[in-house]
C-alpha cells in the first residue's frame, strides 16, 4: 500500500473566529492537516514560504496586503509546483474574485459554504482541479470580463497552438459546459473530451479550466455575453 501525506492546509481570514471554524471542520478530517493561520496577505506570504501548504484558503478582503495580491505572489512563487489557492468571499459576484482567478486561484468558495463541500473543495484543488462551478465561472465572466483590466493578457495569435477541435472545446469550456455536455455535443467519449482539455491546458500554459475560460474571454476567442 502507498503511504500517502495529508492535504496541508493554510488558513488565511483577517477573523480569527472564521479561521477558527475552518479549522474545526478541516482537522475532523484524517486526510487534511491545517498548518497554520494568517490574518492578512503579508502574513500569509511569510507562511506559505515557512510552512510550505498545499492548499491556501484565501480570504479576499484583509488589511495590509488583500487577497488578490497575496494570490498572485503565492502563485507566482519559484517553487516547482506553487500552492493551490482557494478564494474565500462573502458575495458570490464579488468582482474582486475574477481579479483573483486570473491572479492565479483555483476557484472560489462562499464563507458559509457547508462543510462537507468546504473539505471536498480542498481536495480537489489539491490534485489539481478547480471547484468553481462552470455555470457560476461564466456568470462571473460576463459580468465582469468586459470591464476590468486584464494584465498580460493573451494574445489571440497564441490561439494558433490549438487545434482546431481544441479550439470548440476551449470555446465549450468559457460556455461553461462540462466534459459530458461537451461530449454530448461533439459525439465523443468523455475519456476524448479529457484529453482534449488536458492538451488545450498544457498548449495554452495555463493551470485548470477557470483559467481556459478566462483565458478564452481575454484573447479575444469569447466575447462577454456573447454565448
Known amino acids: 500500500m502507498t503511504e500517502t501525506h495529508p492535504i496541508r492546509v493554510l488558513l488565511v481570514d483577517d477573523q480569527p473566529l472564521l479561521r477558527t471554524g475552518f479549522r474545526m471542520i478541516l482537522e475532523a478530517e484524517s486526510d487534511i492537516a491545517v498548518v497554520g493561520e494568517s490574518g492578512d496577505g503579508e502574513a500569509a506570504l511569510a507562511a506559505t514560504r515557512a510552512l510550505l501548504p498545499d492548499v491556501v484558503l484565501m480570504d479576499i478582503r484583509m488589511p495590509r496586503m488583500d487577497g488578490v495580491e497575496a494570490t498572485r505572489a503565492i502563485t507566482g512563487t519559484a517553487r516547482e509546483e506553487p500552492p493551490r489557492v482557494l478564494v474565500l468571499t462573502t458575495f458570490d459576484l464579488d468582482e474582486y474574485v475574477v481579479e483573483a482567478l486570473r491572479a492565479g486561484a483555483s476557484g472560489f468558495l462562499l464563507k458559509d459554504v457547508p462543510a462537507d463541500q468546504l473539505v471536498n473543495a480542498i481536495r480537489t484543488v489539491a490534485r489539481g482541479d478547480s471547484v ?17 483590466p486584464a494584465s498580460d493578457a493573451p494574445t489571440p495569435a497564441s490561439l494558433s497552438h490549438l487545434t482546431a477541435r481544441e479550439r470548440e472545446v476551449l470555446i465549450m469550456v468559457a460556455r461553461g459546459m462540462s466534459n459530458a455536455e461537451i461530449a454530448s455535443e461533439l459525439v465523443v467519449s468523455e475519456t476524448t473530451v479529457k484529453t482534449h ?30 454565448l
Open 197 to 226: 482539455v488536458g492538451n488545450l491546458l498544457t498548449k495554452l500554459g495555463v493551470r485548470d479550466r477557470v483559467q481556459a475560460a478566462i483565458y478564452a474571454y481575454e484573447s479575444g476567442l469569447v466575447t462577454p455575453g456573447a
Open 132 to 148: 468553481v462551478a462552470p455555470s457560476v465561472t461564466r456568470r462571473l465572466l460576463d459580468m465582469f470580463a468586459a470591464r476590468l
